[in-house]
């Protein structure tokens, strides 16, 4: 079965450091997400992204944030200089159409520590 | 501002025996609710989708139950197993009130986390 992958599984980082998170979406969807999970917490919307351009983001996905879909295949989480409070797990995830009831299918996560 | 509100924060119960989650949103406008289930250090995994007409649906196991009137829903596991231990997850899409494609934002609850022990 189709799943979405990311990459690196854990990452560490310092303070102030750029890190750039790596997802593939299943091949034929068309809407991307990425979502975070500091520890403990809920599942908080990040962004969505659609025909190349970011359809909708959070109040969390302020300037130092990025996406980008490099190749057709990528789907990429960029933070440019990286604080404390950016320590989480970060979840992409993809659906096929624009459908209210189609699923969105999540990768397994990318957990982020900032030291 | 759009809330969902999950009870009980956690659950422990005994293999093989039944039980019931439960989920309170306050999301408009309402589109469509979900079950989702997250292991530990995974992403989460839908299980059902329900829509404003709908008030059950199962996924095996798994039954989940809408009442749009009082904005709450259900969850519930019939024989857990030890495999159903995770944090069960409400989450409501809200459509966007302004056209545009895949247009519906997801709001999350905190989930409940169920342990299933033998």
């Known amino acids: 079965e189709p799943e979405v992958t990311q990459t690196p599984s854990h990452q560490v980082t310092q303070m102030g450091q750029e890190v750039i998170l790596r997802c593939v979406p299943i091949?034929?969807?068309?809407?991307f997400y990425w979502y975070r999970q500091i520890l403990g917490q809920k599942v908080e919307f990040l962004v969505s992204?659609?025909?190349?351009?970011?359809?909708?983001k959070s109040e969390i996905f302020d300037d130092q944030f990025s996406v980008e879909r490099p190749d057709g295949s990528n789907f990429t989480l960029k933070i440019r200089s990286t604080k404390l409070e950016d320590s989480a797990m970060y979840f992409c995830?993809?659906?096929?159409?624009?459908?209210?009831?189609?699923?969105?299918?999540f990768g397994p996560g990318t957990r982020l520590t900032v030291l | 501002k759009n809330q969902v509100e999950q009870s009980p924060q956690s659950l422990i119960i005994l293999e093989g025996k039944n039980c019931t989650l439960q989920?309170?949103?306050?999301?408009?406008?309402?589109?469509?609710l979900r079950w989702y289930k997250q292991d530990t250090g995974r992403g989460p995994v839908s299980l059902t989708i329900?829509?404003?007409?709908?008030n059950t649906k199962s996924n095996g196991r798994y039954t989940a139950t809408l009442d749009a009137d009082t904005k709450q829903s259900s969850l519930h596991i019939t024989a857990s197993q030890l495999s159903d231990s995770a944090s069960y997850i409400c989450?409501?899409?809200?459509?966007?009130?302004?056209?545009?494609?895949?247009?519906?934002?997801?709001?999350f609850g905190k989930g409940t986390k169920l342990s299933v022990i033998p």
């Open positions: 995830a993809s659906r096929g159409s624009s459908g209210a009831t189609d699923t969105q299918y």
């Open positions: 329900m829509t404003f007409s709908e």
């Open positions: 091949s034929n969807h068309l809407y």
């Open positions: 989920c309170n949103y306050t999301v408009s406008p309402f589109s469509n």
């Open positions: 992204f659609y025909n190349n351009e970011i359809s909708e």
């Open positions: 989450v409501v899409s809200a459509r966007r009130l302004y056209s545009g494609a895949g247009s519906y934002q997801l709001t």
